[in-house]
T-cell receptor, first 116, second 116 residues
Framework: GAGVSQSPSNKVTEKGKDVELRCDPI?????LYWYRQSLGQGLEFLIYFQGNSAPDKSGLPSDRFSAERTGGSVSTLTIQRTQQEDSAVYLC??????????????FGPGTRLTVL | AQTVTQSQPEMSVQEAETVTLSCTYDTSESDYYLFWYKQPPSRQMILVIRQEAYKQQNATENRFSVNFQKAAKSFSLKISDSQLGDAAMYFC?????????????FGKGTRLSVIA
C-alpha cells in the first residue's frame, strides 16, 4: 500500500509569508508526528497527534507554528510570518494504534522549506 | 529529558569492510526502545534496526547488528560487508516505552561514506 506522502516536496518563500505543509499518513494509522530537521542537526520533534486526543504541542518552537489534523487523517503544519531560521526539512511520520507495544513510525519524504 | 549523542559527525569505510557507528543516550527510564535509522539523499528515513531495552540479546538484521550496553547507556551499530548502498546519514533514536506511541528523540547523525 501507499506510504506516508508529503507535499510540496520543496517550498521557497519570502520572509514574513505564511506557509502550509501537508502530510497524508498511511491509511488507518492513528498516530501522526511532525519533526523538523535543520541543516547539520538531527530530527527535532514538533507536534504529535494520537487519535481523537488533544495533540502534544510541546515541541513547537514558537506560536507562529501550528498544526491540525482533519478527520483523523491528513495533517497540515502552518508556519506564520516565516523567518530564515525556519528553513529546514519538515518530516511527517505515522504509526498504527499503540498500547504497551512497539509501533514503528513510518516517515514521509519530507518538505524542504527555504525562507529567503 | 532524554538526550541522544552521536559523537562521530562523519565516518568512512572501504567496501566489504566493517564499520561501527557510536551512540550514547541519557535517560532515567527503565523501559524504552532504541533505533538506528538510515537517511539516504532521498530524505526518506528508513528503520534499520531496533532494540528493546528489556532484551539482553543484541538485535541483528542481516549485515546490521547492535552492541547494546544498558548500564553504559551505549548503543552502537555495526555494519558488516559494507556496500555502496549503505552510504547515507545514520541517526540513533530513543523512544520511551511508557506507551505505544511517543515521539522519537534523535541524535545529530553520522554521515557514512563507502569507498569503492
Amino acid at each position: 500500500g501507499a506510504g506516508v506522502s508529503q507535499s510540496p516536496s520543496n517550498k521557497v518563500t519570502e520572509k514574513g509569508k505564511d506557509v502550509e505543509l501537508r502530510c497524508d499518513p498511511i491509511s488507518g494509522h492513528t498516530a501522526l508526528y511532525w519533526y523538523r530537521q535543520s541543516l547539520g542537526q538531527g530530527l527535532e520533534f514538533l507536534i504529535y497527534f494520537q487519535g481523537n486526543s488533544a495533540p502534544d504541542k510541546s515541541g513547537l518552537p514558537s506560536d507562529r507554528f501550528s498544526a491540525e489534523r482533519t478527520g483523523g487523517s491528513v495533517s497540515t503544519l502552518t508556519i506564520q510570518r516565516t523567518q530564515q531560521e525556519d528553513s529546514a526539512v519538515y518530516l511527517c511520520a505515522s504509526s498504527s494504534h499503540g498500547g504497551a507495544t512497539y509501533n514503528e513510525q513510518f516517515f514521509g519524504p519530507g518538505t524542504r522549506l527555504t525562507v529567503l | 529529558a532524554q538526550t541522544v549523542t552521536q559523537s562521530q559527525p562523519e565516518m568512512s569505510v572501504q567496501e566489504a569492510e566493517t564499520v561501527t557507528l557510536s551512540c550514547t543516550y541519557d535517560t532515567s527510564e527503565s523501559d524504552y526502545y532504541l533505533f538506528w535509522y538510515k537517511q539516504p539523499p532521498s530524505r526518506q528515513m528508513i528503520l534499520v534496526i531496533r532494540q528493546e531495552a528489556y532484551k539482553q540479546q543484541n538485535a541483528t538484521e542481516n549485515r546490521f547488528s547492535v552492541n547494546f550496553q544498558k548500564a553504559a547507556k551505549s548503543f552502537s551499530l555495526k555494519i558488516s560487508d559494507s556496500q555502496l548502498g549503505d552510504a547515507a546519514m545514520y541517526f540513533c533514536a530513543y523512544r520511551s516505552g511508557n506507551s505505544g506511541n511517543t515521539p522519537l528523540v534523535f541524535g545529530k547523525g553520522t554521515r557514512l561514506s563507502v569507498i569503492a
